[in-house]
């Protein structure tokens, strides 16, 4: 991974601020490029600087995750009683069915929750 220049560095971390503000509901590409006012292809080029760094995690179907806000839900998980179902975990969040069921994906990817502690794949 090479070095960031001090304006791509800076530009990076905007992006990154504005998915770990979001938490459980982060921006899409398009929305994300709105807010921060760049290209659509910009933001994901960051962020795919962010997966190669460990701070975003890419759940799919273009759905981008501050990794700290994951984590933070694996905790949240382990502390539901078994099994936790999609629908508990987006009112946990406030977050979408799709968002959640994301989350979840991702979580059990990558060994964070037992998939037996939720009912649903």
């Known amino acids: 991974m090479s ?40 933001i994901r080029a960051m962020l795919h600087i962010g997966i190669e760094r460990g701070e975003i995690a890419d759940a799919g179907e273009g759905i981008y995750f501050a990794r ?30 799709r968002y959640a069921a994301a989350a979840l994906r991702w979580l059990r990817q990558h060994g964070l929750v037992d998939a037996s502690l939720y009912g649903e794949p």
């Open 68 to 97: 700290e806000a994951l984590h933070r839900l694996a905790e949240q998980i382990k502390a539901l009683p078994a099994p936790v179902k999609v629908a508990q975990v987006r009112d946990l969040t406030g977050s979408s069915r």
């Open 3 to 42: 070095a960031l220049k001090p304006r791509q560095e800076a530009f990076y971390r905007r992006v990154v601020a504005l998915y770990r503000e979001a938490g459980m509901t982060p921006p899409s590409l398009r929305t994300a490029a709105h807010l921060i006012g760049a290209p659509p292809d910009a």
